[in-house]
């Protein structure tokens, strides 16, 4: 990197350390045999519409934002986690009960187990829990698909074939956060950890034992205008799925507590994406990517002054034509999206300046 990137990293990570200890401060204790979160939405699964159940484990939390640079600026989910160590008993007992959730439901189902850091941490979650979990998956012959979240650090080849041996011939995604195929935007603005080059050696050994890929994009990371968020989201679509990626998660910023995101926001020098940025990243996107490369989109708070937004008058609309689009892959849902507030949006693309002007808060 140059001198003024290696500055402003070292300005990033200062601040994202900062917030690290503010969202540490405010952990409480909680009942380590509850998850942190579990909720059940309709997704599709391979070619049918079915039941997916997320579930976030309560562990210690992530490495990366318990580690020296403090975790991602966007991210606020260390203040999940837990304050001390989780047996691995109640951790699997956390599990049991987020999977009681799908007690009633037909199949197909999918199941995506999601920690504050990384399922394949063993600081977070211990062999031992990792291989009772992945057998009561495989116990119900419900479940057609597996997403599991991690770092690309933690993906080791022996772990890949435990996986695989314990699930069958379901479909098993490994879910890594790329964010962004700019090294720049991923390691500095993003505060991320990790290269392109270490994202496509996980990619690469996740393939070659014949399991899948889900990359997470992350549209609009700080210190971006609108227009170069609207870019950035379309080129890192491609990448990953050029590198094999069978899902791409399009996750617009949404301003969580505690994070270097917020504090910018709070200066009125960030503003969540427009939901134009988003709907038109996914529009094109899907031109551009194989057919056969999935692209799905859940916005968090919608419409919220703190999620990604319009002008207040169209944004249902924008989240309901994203959710039948990611149920679909029709972006048909997409193109016929129509509000006045299309006017500022693109003053926006046209002449926002890099921190120096956010439209339309």
Not at 70 to 78: N, R
Not at 91 to 116: C, D, G
Not at 255 to 279: A, C, G
Not at 330 to 359: N, P
Request: net charge negative.
């Amino acid at each position: 990197m140059t001198k003024p990137l290696d500055k402003m990293h070292e300005l990033v990570t200062r601040a994202a350390l900062e917030e690290r200890e503010r969202s540490l401060s405010k952990r409480r204790h909680s009942n380590p045999t509850e998850p942190s979160a579990a909720w059940v939405t309709k997704a599709r699964i391979e070619e049918e519409l079915g039941y997916a159940l997320s579930v976030v484990l309560a562990t210690v939390g992530c490495s990366h934002a318990r580690g020296p640079y403090g975790g991602c600026t966007m991210c606020s989910y260390l203040l999940d986690g837990a304050a001390e160590q989780i047996s691995s008993s109640n951790i699997v007992k956390q599990f049991r009960k987020a999977m009681s959730r799908l007690e009633h439901k037909e199949p197909p189902l999918s199941v995506k187990i999601y920690t504050s850091g990384s399922f394949l941490d063993t600081e977070e979650i211990p062999p031992d829990a990792r291989v009772k979990i992945l057998d009561i998956i495989s116990d119900d012959d419900r479940v057609q698909e597996v997403v599991i979240e991690t770092r690309p650090e933690f993906i080791q080849l022996s772990t890949l074939e435990e996986i695989k041996t314990k699930l069958g011939e379901r479909t098993i995604e490994i879910a890594i956060g790329l964010e962004s195929s700019s090294d720049v935007i991923r390691e500095v603005y993003i505060n991320k950890g990790f290269t392109f080059q270490d994202f496509k050696a996980a990619v690469d050994l996740v393939l070659s034992v014949g399991l899948d890929i889900r990359s997470y994009v992350l549209i609009k990371p700080p210190f971006l205008t609108e227009k170069q968020a609207l870019l950035d989201g379309i080129q890192s679509i491609k990448d990953a799925a050029d590198l094999g990626s069978n899902t791409v998660s399009v996750n617009p910023v949404a301003v969580q507590k505690d994070t270097v995101v917020e504090r910018l926001w709070y200066r009125r020098d960030y503003r969540p994406p427009w939901l134009w940025t988003v709907s038109e990243v996914l529009r094109r996107a899907r031109q551009d990517v194989s057919p056969d490369v999935r692209i799905i989109c859940d916005p968090v708070a919608p419409g919220k002054r703190r999620g990604p937004h319009n002008c207040g008058m169209c944004d249902d609309a924008f989240s309901k034509a994203i959710s039948k689009f990611s149920l679909t892959q029709d972006a048909q849902s997409l193109a016929t999206l129509d509000c006045d507030c299309q006017h500022s949006w693109m003053h926006s693309l046209e002449h926002e300046e890099l921190s120096l002007l956010i439209h339309g808060r």
